[in-house]
């Protein structure tokens, strides 16, 4: 069983090679500089942390237009596939102004389709906020986050050995451009790296390691690299997230979150000894994890958490006037595979997060994401329940999201509750962002199950005192 | 409770009306603050714990709500239930009784049909607090029926918050006796009312109260036994009326064909013993019937001629349907009874013959603690109000002393039944402290308008009646009350004197004078200082029991038993243990995969965890129950192989030692043996015990110390102290040092209360055995797959 599983990643890593290889090759050839190729990078460094069960890129581009070209209202960013696949977020900004007066403008990124790139690359476009004048040189500062791309190896392990990942990246940027000069450095969370690839000039000192500097790389070119190191970072992943945000304006906004969580790491494999994890917690069952942090809005109140079969009675709550923070426990210590699922449900005060709108429609602002601090969620979905009455909604988000409306029933409804539904998948924690949703809503609503129920009760003494005052008997007359 | 109103106001002048409307209104809210009492002492379990099903049974009845809310009422007849009894299965729909679960599930869906978002979790949990409001309602319908609106209301109060009741009924323990003890109590209501008013209408409802009682609880078969015991007592006392064979003959009937209808119950309301007493008294009944008819047909002389005739004929027609029954019941192994039946005629039955029965806690005698800790004080009341109902004796009274008398025997026999002792030891005692309190009250009167009318000096009994007068204009709350039930009882005595007199003329009576019974009135009379020191006492007692009980549902009933706690200085400390385990199963393992352990925790699992278990607590299927108490008393290896035959992929044991949780499966497996033994000889009782003394320490038999569950518990609990020493035996264990060779650790909770093992693959020791062959020399691989099946088979 050993040499095959062994066999296994080694070809697919033959494999990526062969095909970065060829993707090399291709970008070699004169044809395939894209759009404008007047652009070019003079300089480049790419950080990648590793620290995390998250893998975050931050990338410095130094950006020149030519002189002889037009103005460029854009500068384009590759990405493989499998990156694009896992990619969660992509921000850019452009460090303007001189040393001393330097800001930094966030810029808009979005998928680009454009110019086709080599093997299926993805481009992105990072749009100017001015446009680069011929021969001028900007800075870009990007980061991007890209989830599930630390591959488990071995990918079982058992109770006592620690967890090790394959990460899979070039050592030289992909980019559409000529890139003159350019360096890039992987951390690590400790010194323990099994191997990494070396890719002339390579060092490492400690648990980073640096590749470059490389010079004058053509457009598109790709060394695949692989590094091997232990990280035994929790790596919760939220399967599925529902989050239910009630609206009422009886003042409480109440949310319900049903989490789906699964350790994304490597497997458990055999015995899980309790006597092993309870006594030897630094060796044993290193990549477990017991507790979870959800940082939630100040001013919470009621906060529950429970599964299906009951409350769980392990958090704890501390708040203070900027944020209140879950501490919890799920039933059981979560090893490489397991799953399990909770509820966490808290109220939070209506004036925090509604608020009217300049052209009298209210809005509520809400905060995107999953509350759990270093997770991703593979499936997000926000459930906004406006009350009921509340006409044409509208959520403004600001990131590309999937988007429906629903009627929900709660609390002698009658016509129902409009539901904002917002889908997205992928989402870390810089998806954490405010987004609002917009509503009409006529107070007087509010009064319509207060009288309803006035009303069921009159009947009801109505029918009480009509029927103690009828004589529906048939033999009294005769009694009489 | 607003029936008696019409009758006296008819009777009464203006002021009179107003007064007893007041009296209506104060009756009816003193109910309605009874019902909060009884629905909010019961909410202790979720405000100290949370909203959660208690216990074993609780869950499969939430279990089976679930399905129901979920899949409609005919998937719930049809359903057979795989995940249980693997692999037989369980036809879930026809040997449930549904009541309970139809009584949630309509709640359920009504709610949601409001769009009130309760979860069906929720409903289940209220359930039994709702029943109890309602129980405690119908005691005071039953109550009042017998001795009038004050003692009703005193009894009502009493049963509201019983601790016998309690332990059966606090939120969350959602079992058929929450509902049943209602409709047991409603039923014998519409009995009394029918018996009292001869009204056909309330003989139907009746028969419909039978029907959900029916379907609620096995029990019913106590109803079924103690009407006709009535009847019978009724017509040997020379009691029989048209109004007793109008409550009786449609109960019977209509009942029967009701209870017919209930799929657990079906052709069993005809065919077993439990039921044929009351078609003996049908029979009877008309037998007595007849006689009267033909009396009031024929001259005496004549009559008598007749009566010989008829009786010898009902006599020859008795004996001919006796004889045929007894031949029936005769030919069934059981006597046509069921086990628990049976051990409920002969207490020692169950220990001798049914080992599973006998296993379970709540079928064994109560001790006499137990009777102080669920009824308290109303254990000396009840004499005095036995003694209350012989003063008048009527239909009614004389079936609550014969409803008191048979369920104090039953309780007896099991501290299960204690719950139906119950409702009859409030009643009575109800009856006795309201009478009690009509004597003392009346007495105070009396004397306290004799000290401030000096004058008048008037005999005793005219005063009596001046004093009633008095209490009822100046009109305080209990001598409203107290006015009520004088006069109420005062009706009753009026319809039934009559009856005495003239037995088939009984609707003329309402206009009649009342005759008032004078020298009860005299007699009745004490003296201030004793009557105010009585009244005193009795407030006193009333106290206590008010305190027992609410220490009672706070302290004693109201853990949910699947979370313990423990306070400890640095506060409380909870056990979430089996939760942890039941979550890890169903999220961790695969859907289809058969969880074994011993039967308490079957329910729970299947609810909880989802999985498919080999037995659980409907204990149908004793020699399934019997192969899994054989498979835990066997060594590692036999285990195995009958754990593979059943499929079993997980086993799962209880184990307190590590934290002293005493009701673990080490202190269970006795029982195990015992039940395993009595189908599979080869495991004997004696062969687990060192000189009749059960044991797990260095004393402790080999037997014992190698059978599986010995080891599955204290597997590697040696290296917790480094000594083994169990918190609940108290000692250190025998065998400390030991490897699993079948069995893989594949969870184990916080506290180590639960332990789940995984059976381990065959191939892992066939390949040991691969490897010596292939180092022996290179066989052919088709040689080892034929072995690889042989050791197993």
């Given at each position: 069983m050993a040499p095959s599983l062994h066999s296994l990643p080694t070809t697919v890593f033959l494999l990526i090679l062969a095909v970065a290889v060829a993707s090399a090759a291709a970008a070699a050839s004169p044809s395939s500089p894209p759009g404008e190729d007047g652009i070019r990078v003079v300089a480049a460094e790419k950080r990648i942390d590793l620290t995390g069960p998250i893998v975050k890129v931050f990338l410095t581009l130094k950006v020149q237009n030519a002189a002889s070209a037009s103005e460029a209202s854009y500068v384009l960013l590759a990405f493989t596939p499998t990156e694009v696949q896992h990619l969660a977020i992509v921000k850019a900004t452009r460090a303007e102004g001189k040393r001393k007066k330097k800001t930094y403008v966030p810029l808009p990124v979005e998928p680009s389709h454009l110019a086709d790139?080599?093997?299926?690359?993805?481009?992105?476009?990072?749009?100017?906020?001015?446009?680069?004048?011929?021969?001028?040189?900007?800075?870009?500062?990007?980061?991007?986050?890209?989830?599930?791309?630390?591959?488990?190896?071995?990918?079982?392990?058992?109770?006592?050995?620690?967890?090790?990942?394959?990460?899979?990246?070039?050592?030289?940027?992909?980019?559409?451009?000529?890139?003159?000069?350019?360096?890039?450095?992987?951390?690590?969370?400790?010194?323990?790296?099994?191997?990494?690839?070396?890719?002339?000039?390579?060092?490492?000192?400690?648990?980073?390691?640096?590749?470059?500097?490389?010079?004058?790389?053509?457009?598109?070119?790709?060394?695949?690299?692989?590094?091997h190191f232990e990280n035994n970072h929790p790596f919760a992943v939220v399967e599925e997230l529902v989050r239910k945000v009630e609206i009422s304006h009886w003042g409480n906004v109440q949310i319900t979150e049903q989490y789906k969580l699964r350790h994304g790491g490597a497997r458990h494999k055999g015995v899980f000894s309790r006597l092993e994890y309870q006594s030897r917690q630094s060796i044993s069952g290193a990549s477990s994890f017991k507790n979870l942090l959800a940082r939630l809005p100040p001013r919470v109140h009621s906060v529950y958490y429970r599964d299906e079969i009951g409350?769980?009675?392990?958090?704890?709550?501390?708040?203070?006037?900027?944020?209140?923070?879950?501490?919890?426990?799920?039933?059981?210590?979560?090893?490489?595979?397991?799953?399990?699922?909770?509820?966490?449900?808290?109220?939070?005060?209506?004036?925090d997060f509604l608020f009217q709108a300049d052209d009298g429609r209210r809005y509520a602002n809400l905060t995107f994401g999953c509350p759990l601090l270093d997770t991703v969620v593979d499936d997000l979905t926000i459930k906004v329940v406006l009350p009921e009455g509340s006409k044409s909604p509208e959520a403004v988000v600001p990131f590309l999201t999937e988007q429906h409306l629903e009627t929900s029933y709660s609390y002698l409804d009658v016509v129902g509750r409009t539901t904002v539904v917002i889908k997205k998948k992928n989402v870390v924690g810089e998806h954490n962002v405010p987004f609002q949703v917009y509503y009409e809503f006529n107070p007087m609503f509010m009064l319509a199950e207060p009288l309803m129920l006035i009303s069921a009760l009159l009947f009801l003494f109505v029918t009480c005192i009509a029927y103690l005052h009828m004589d529906l008997s048939i033999g009294k007359s005769q009694a009489s | 409770m607003a029936e008696p109103e019409p009758t006296t106001a008819a009777a009464a002048p203006a002021p009179g009306r107003l007064r007893n409307a007041f009296g209506g209104v104060l009756c009816a809210f003193t109910l309605l603050l009874i019902g909060v009492l009884a629905f909010s002492i019961r909410l202790f379990s979720v405000i100290k714990y949370e909203s959660v099903i208690h216990e074993f049974d609780p869950y499969f009845n939430f279990r089976v709500t679930q399905f129901l809310s979920k899949n409609?009422?005919?998937?719930?007849?049809?359903?057979?239930?795989?995940?249980?009894?693997?692999?037989?299965?369980?036809?879930?729909?026809?040997?449930?009784?549904?009541?309970?679960?139809?009584?949630?599930?309509?709640?359920?869906?009504?709610?949601?049909?409001?769009?009130?978002?309760?979860?069906?979790?929720?409903?289940?949990?209220?359930?039994?607090?709702?029943f109890s409001a309602n129980a405690s309602w119908a005691t005071y319908l039953l109550t009042k029926e017998a001795k009038g609106t004050g003692a009703g209301l005193m009894a009502a109060a009493i049963l509201a918050m019983v601790p016998s009741y309690i332990s059966r009924s606090v939120a969350g323990s959602y079992d058929n006796e929450a509902v049943a003890i209602f409709a047991l109590v409603f039923t014998f209501y519409l009995y009394l009312k029918t018996l009292n008013t001869g009204?056909?209408?309330?003989?139907?409802?009746?028969?419909?109260?039978?029907?959900?009682?029916?379907?609620?609880?096995?029990?019913?078969?106590?109803?079924?036994?103690?009407?006709?015991?009535?009847?019978?007592?009724?017509?040997?006392?020379?009691?029989?009326?048209?109004?007793?064979?109008?409550?009786?003959?449609?109960?019977?009937?209509?009942?029967?064909?009701?209870?017919?209808?209930?799929?657990?119950?079906?052709?069993?309301?005809?065919?077993?013993?439990?039921?044929?007493?009351?078609?003996?008294?049908f029979i009877i009944l008309h037998v007595v019937a007849f006689v009267y008819y033909i009396k009031g047909l024929l001259t005496p002389r004549l009559f008598k001629v007749a009566m010989t005739l008829v009786i010898t004929v009902g006599l020859a027609v008795c004996f001919a349907v006796v004889a045929v029954l007894v031949a029936l019941v005769a030919s069934s192994p059981t006597k046509g009874w069921s086990g628990r039946s049976l051990s409920l005629l002969d207490p020692t039955y169950a220990s001798k013959y049914i080992p599973i029965i006998a296993s379970v806690s709540e079928h064994q005698p109560p001790t006499w603690p137990s009777y102080f800790m669920d009824i308290n004080v109303l254990a000396f009341l009840v004499p005095a109000g036995i003694i209350s109902c012989f003063l008048p004796l009527?239909?009614?009274?004389?079936?609550?002393?014969?409803?008191?008398?048979?369920?104090?025997?039953?309780?007896?026999?099991?501290?299960?039944?204690?719950?139906?002792?119950?409702?009859?030891?409030?009643?009575?005692?109800?009856?006795?402290?309201?009478?009690?309190?009509?004597?003392?009250?009346?007495?105070?009167?009396?004397?306290?308008?004799?000290?401030?009318?000096?004058?008048?000096?008037?005999?005793?009994?005219?005063?009596?009646?001046?004093?009633?007068?008095?209490?009822?204009?100046?009109?305080?709350?209990?001598?409203?009350?107290?006015?009520?039930?004088?006069?109420?009882?005062?009706?009753?005595?009026?319809?039934?004197?009559?009856?005495k007199k003239n037995r088939k003329k009984d609707r003329e009576v309402t206009g009649s004078v009342p005759v008032k019974p004078k020298k009860e009135k005299r007699l009745s009379v004490l003296p201030l200082e004793a009557s105010v020191v009585g009244t005193l006492l009795l407030i006193v007692?009333?106290?206590?029991?008010?305190?027992?009980?609410?220490?009672?549902?706070?302290?004693?009933?109201?853990?949910?038993?699947?979370?313990?706690?423990?306070?400890?200085?640095?506060?409380?400390?909870?056990?979430?243990?089996?939760?942890?385990?039941?979550?890890?199963?169903?999220?961790?393992?695969?859907?289809?995969?058969?969880?074994?352990?011993?039967?308490d925790y079957g329910y729970q699992t299947t609810a909880?965890?989802?999985?498919?278990?080999?037995?659980?607590?409907?204990?149908?299927?004793?020699?399934?129950?019997?192969?899994?108490?054989?498979?835990?008393?066997?060594?590692?290896?036999?285990?195995?192989?009958?754990?593979?035959?059943?499929?079993?992929?997980?086993?799962?044991?209880?184990?307190?030692?590590?934290?002293?949780?005493?009701?673990?499966?080490?202190?269970?497996?006795?029982?195990?043996?015992?039940?395993?033994?009595?189908?599979?000889?080869?495991?004997?009782?004696?062969?687990?015990?060192?000189d009749g003394q059960y044991r797990v320490d260095s004393q402790a038999t080999p037997t014992m110390l190698n059978c599986l569950m010995y080891k599955l518990c204290y597997y590697r609990f040696v290296e917790t102290d480094g000594k083994g020493f169990d918190r609940v035996r108290g000692y250190e264990i025998g065998k400390k040092h030991f490897k699993l060779t079948h069995f893989e650790e594949v969870f184990t909770t916080h506290h180590w209360m639960v332990r789940i093992y995984k059976l381990k693959p065959q191939k892992n020791r066939i390949r040991g055995k691969l490897k010596k062959l292939k180092s022996s020399s290179k066989t052919s691989s088709t040689l080892a797959a034929g072995r690889k099946k042989n050791p197993w088979q």
């Open positions: 790139a080599p093997n299926g690359a993805s481009l992105y476009a990072i749009l100017l906020s001015t446009p680069l004048k011929p021969a001028e040189t900007t800075t870009l500062e990007l980061f991007y986050v890209l989830t599930h791309s630390l591959e488990p190896f071995p990918a079982e392990i058992t109770q006592s050995e620690s967890q090790l990942v394959y990460y899979r990246d070039s050592a030289v940027i992909l980019s559409p451009y000529h890139v003159l000069e350019q360096a890039t450095y992987i951390k690590m969370p400790s010194n323990r790296v099994e191997s990494f690839t070396r890719v002339d000039p390579t060092s490492r000192s400690g648990p980073e390691v640096k590749y470059g500097t490389y010079s004058n790389q053509l457009p598109n070119s790709y060394l695949p690299i692989l590094v409350n769980i009675s392990s958090s704890h709550l501390r708040s203070d006037s900027y944020k209140s923070e879950l501490e919890f426990e799920p039933r059981y210590p979560l090893f490489g595979g397991w799953h399990c699922t909770f509820t966490i449900g808290y109220g939070m005060p209506l004036q | 409609g009422i005919y998937e719930f007849w049809n359903w057979f239930d795989d995940r249980t009894w693997y692999p037989l299965g369980r036809v879930i729909g026809g040997t449930v009784y549904p009541g309970l679960t139809l009584t949630a599930g309509s709640i359920w869906w009504l709610v949601n049909a409001l769009n009130i978002p309760l979860s069906v979790e929720t409903v289940c949990v209220f359930t039994a607090p709702i009204s056909l209408f309330y003989a139907t409802l009746n028969a419909l109260s039978y029907f959900y009682m029916v379907c609620s609880w096995g029990g019913y078969t106590f109803i079924i036994n103690l009407i006709p015991m009535h009847v019978l007592l009724c017509i040997v006392t020379g009691r029989y009326s048209s109004r007793l064979y109008i409550a009786y003959a449609p109960l019977v009937i209509l009942g029967t064909l009701l209870a017919a209808l209930v799929p657990v119950v079906g052709f069993n309301a005809v065919l077993t013993s439990e039921h044929f007493a009351s078609f003996l008294v009527s239909d009614a009274s004389s079936f609550m002393v014969l409803y008191l008398v048979t369920a104090v025997y039953f309780s007896g026999v099991m501290v299960r039944l204690m719950l139906v002792l119950a409702p009859a030891a409030c009643i009575l005692s109800g009856i006795a402290l309201s009478s009690a309190f009509d004597v003392l009250t009346r007495s105070m009167k009396f004397q306290l308008s004799k000290v401030f009318n000096d004058g008048s000096a008037v005999s005793g009994d005219s005063i009596a009646e001046g004093s009633t007068a008095s209490n009822d204009t100046k009109g305080s709350s209990t001598s409203t009350v107290n006015t009520n039930s004088a006069k109420i009882e005062n009706r009753t005595e009026k319809s039934e004197k009559p009856s007692l009333g106290g206590f029991y008010v305190v027992h009980c609410v220490w009672a549902a706070a302290e004693a009933y109201s853990a949910p038993s699947i979370v313990l706690t423990s306070r400890s200085r640095e506060g409380l400390h909870v056990f979430d243990d089996f939760r942890e385990a039941y979550a890890w199963l169903s999220h961790n393992t695969d859907v289809d995969d058969k969880v074994a352990s011993w039967w909880m965890a989802n999985r498919t278990v080999i037995v659980d607590n409907n204990t149908w299927n004793n020699t399934h129950i019997a192969t899994v108490g054989t498979a835990m008393s066997s060594p590692e290896k036999a285990a195995w192989e009958i754990f593979d035959s059943l499929d079993v992929k997980y086993v799962l044991v209880v184990f307190g030692g590590l934290v002293g949780y005493p009701s673990d499966d080490i202190n269970k497996f006795l029982w195990m043996v015992r039940i395993g033994g009595g189908e599979f000889p080869h495991i004997k009782e004696p062969d687990y015990l060192r």
